[in-house]
Structure formats: C-alpha cells, structure tokens
C-alpha cells in the first residue's frame, strides 16, 4: 500500500476516547476486512471489485490547511462491470464515525472533491490532453459504529432550508451507510466473512457479561470454522478482539474474556497466539498485584500492588514474546526490558516485538528511539 500502515502497537499508546477511530483505521487497512465491509453495504458491487489488487492512498489530496478534516481511508481499485466493459479504476472512501456528526454529507462530497481535483492537477502536471481526462468513480462509505441512533440525513439538503423550487440545483449522490450497532447480527455474517463475525463482538462492547461472552464465543467458533489462508486478516482479528476486551471491558472481566480467544485461537494457526497468552499474562500479573496489594490492607498498597503486577506481566509478556518469535535472545535484551518501569515504553515495545522481522527491528532495545 502507498499509505504507511498503522501498526497494532499505535492503538496502545493513546487516550481511550481514541480507540474507535484508531482501532478501525488499522483494521481496515486489511484489504480482507475492506471486501468483508463492501460485502455487507453492497454485495452487488463487492462482485465486481478486484480486492487484490486494492491500493491504500496516502490521502495527500486534501490542503495541509485542511488536514485535520481529512477523510479516514481511501483505496484506489479495479471494477470489473463485465465481458462488455473494460476495467475502470475506481476510489473507495471509507469515512469511519464513532459519533453522529450532521454535516457528514458536506463532508464526503468536499472529501470527493479534493479526490477528484488531484486528478485534475495530476494531469495537468504531466500534460494530458483535457480530452483524455476521465474522473474515476468514487465509492463513498460511512462505517458508523456509535452507540447513538443516526438520524440525520447523509444529503446537503439535511442541513439546508431549501425549498422545492431550488432542490434541483443541490448535488445529489448515493452514500453507503453501515450503522454497526443498529444492523441485524444476521445481515453482518451472512456471507460468513471473519469481518462481519468480528462485527457481531463490537455490537455488544457496552452490553454485559454474559452478552459480550456469548458474541465472542459465538464469532470465535464461526472464524475457526472458516476456511481462510489469510493470515495477516486472522492476525488483524484476533487483535482487534483483544484490544476491545482491553479498551471496553471492566479489568475483572479482562481474564475471563481473553481465555475465549485461547481457546479458539489455536485452531486458527496464526501468528496471534503470542499476543493472546500475552494477554493472559498480562491479566495474571494484575490479579496477583490486587492480592499483594489487598494483603498489605490499605489502598494506596492496592494500587501500588495493581501497577507493580501490570508491569511485571509486561514484561514476562515481551520476553516470552521475543523467545517464540526469534529463539535465542540477548541477555542484555532482557537486563534492559526488565529496568522498564514504564506502561506506555512496554506497551510500545511489545507491538515492536509482534511486528519486527528481526531483532533488529526492535527500534526501543537497539536504541534507535
């Protein structure tokens, strides 16, 4: 992709009231989970898109000025219409929300816009005839996963008084709109696809116990018994899973949670299991630190006892990462890791240690921070 990718490691080291947006940032930068979204909006021209060959912009069409308002993701892809149409490069925008916001039509038309004019200066800046220009077609999304209804029109005219006599003159295009919260289980997963069953979790993140236990046990049985080879989406899965336990459940459920995602997990065959079990770890380390700190029988000793057994979870958590991974690891590795005192260094440096190729990659060990 043209777009350097958010690594996992990025959704960690954040406020929480980021998590909706970083976390669907990085999920969709799966070109499996984009087809998984086009699939449910509209399966019709899912059919027609050729998903391998799906190319993430680095969305460098909007003003510097403007940046801030920048769109989420943009694609650029082949569309197939048929024996009788030739290939046609199109755009995919995918406009993600985790709150209702009234001028989302304005938004995606200004977003088209500023697409359509880099086109514009493309050409001009390598002299193609204006005869020649063509403007790709764009395929608008808005991927809403808030809790609140979504009321307000996704048109110009839902923030304009117009009258009839002047609607005519008001641009009018189609957006597709996926309301995950408000969508039957059964439209997300009906073609069986691991996004829609992942889905299916996220619509009971705020429910209680017992629903967000059945929803996760419910998808992780379907991903299991899905025939994939697509590694990297069943990685992006299962993480996501995990950072919503983490970012959306109350810490004495964390546990419980995160044992669903083992016990399935290992039926899937990919590379997520080390950052499961870390996961566990991770929650073990903080249970032991609410008994040390409930034994010394006062509260200050509870939170200092909560952080010391976080911390050493951490750190278990990376070396028995770094050893699954890589086998053979420098003792100097381990003196360093175990002299972090820091939540935010460890979280950084367990999503460096899940993505690095080597150990040489680790950026936070070998000093290159």
């Known amino acids: 992709m043209e777009n350097a990718e958010t690594d996992i490691f990025d959704i960690f080291d954040f406020p929480i009231q980021h998590f909706p947006d970083r976390s669907a940032r990085w999920l969709l930068q799966d070109k499996e989970n984009v087809r998984g979204l086009i699939e449910i909006v509209a399966a019709q021209i899912a059919s027609h898109i050729d998903f391998n060959q799906l190319v993430q912009l680095n969305r460098s069409f909007v003003s510097d000025t403007l940046r801030e308002q920048e769109s989420d993701l943009v694609f650029r892809v082949p569309y197939h219409g048929g024996p009788e149409t030739d290939e046609l490069i199109i755009y995919i925008l995918i406009?993600?929300?985790?709150?209702?916001?009234?001028?989302?039509?304005?938004?995606?038309?200004?977003?088209?816009?500023?697409?359509?004019?880099?086109?514009?200066?493309?050409?001009?800046?390598?002299?193609?005839?204006?005869?020649?220009?063509?403007?790709?077609?764009?395929l608008p999304i808005v991927f809403y996963t808030g809790a609140q209804r979504w009321n307000t029109a996704l048109s110009l005219t839902g923030i304009m008084d117009i009258p009839d006599a002047l609607a005519r003159f008001v641009p009018t295009f189609d957006t597709l709109f996926l309301s995950v919260k408000e969508t039957a289980s059964s439209t997300l997963?009906?073609?069986?696809?691991?996004?829609?069953?992942?889905?299916?979790?996220?619509?009971?993140?705020?429910?209680?116990?017992?629903?967000?236990?059945?929803?996760?046990?419910?998808?992780?049985?379907?991903?299991?018994?899905?025939?994939?080879?697509?590694?990297?989406?069943?990685?992006?899965?299962?993480?996501?899973?995990?950072?919503?336990i983490l970012h959306r459940r109350p810490i004495e459920e964390h546990a419980g949670l995160?044992?669903?995602?083992?016990?399935?997990?290992?039926?899937?065959?990919?590379?997520?299991?080390?950052?499961?079990?870390?996961?566990?770890?991770?929650?073990?380390?903080?249970?032991?630190?609410?008994?040390?700190?409930?034994?010394?029988?006062?509260?200050?000793?509870?939170?200092?006892?909560?952080?010391?057994?976080?911390?050493?979870?951490?750190?278990?958590?990376i070396l028995k990462l770094l050893h699954s991974r890589f086998g053979s690891v420098p003792d100097t590795f381990t003196t360093q890791i175990n002299t972090i005192r820091s939540q935010e260094e460890l979280d950084a440096l367990f999503e460096e240690a899940l993505n690095a190729k080597t150990l040489a990659d680790i950026h936070i060990l070998n000093g290159d921070t």
């Open 189 to 244: 997963t009906r073609t069986d696809h691991p996004f829609g069953w992942l889905l299916t979790v996220l619509q009971k993140e705020h429910s209680d116990k017992k629903a967000i236990s059945d929803a996760l046990q419910e998808a992780m049985r379907h991903l299991s018994e899905i025939d994939t080879e697509d590694s990297e989406q069943m990685r992006r899965t299962i993480g996501y899973l995990l950072l919503l």
């Open 258 to 317: 995160i044992t669903i995602l083992n016990q399935h997990a290992h039926e899937l065959e990919v590379d997520t299991m080390a950052e499961v079990m870390a996961g566990t770890l991770l929650e073990q380390g903080i249970e032991q630190g609410i008994e040390q700190g409930i034994e010394q029988g006062i509260e200050q000793g509870i939170e200092q006892g909560i952080e010391q057994g976080e911390t050493r979870a951490k750190r278990d958590a």
């Open 95 to 138: 406009e993600h929300q985790s709150t209702v916001d009234t001028t989302m039509g304005f938004r995606v038309l200004f977003y088209m816009t500023q697409l359509w004019d880099s086109q514009r200066r493309e050409w001009e800046s390598d002299n193609v005839p204006k005869s020649e220009w063509r403007l790709r077609p764009i």
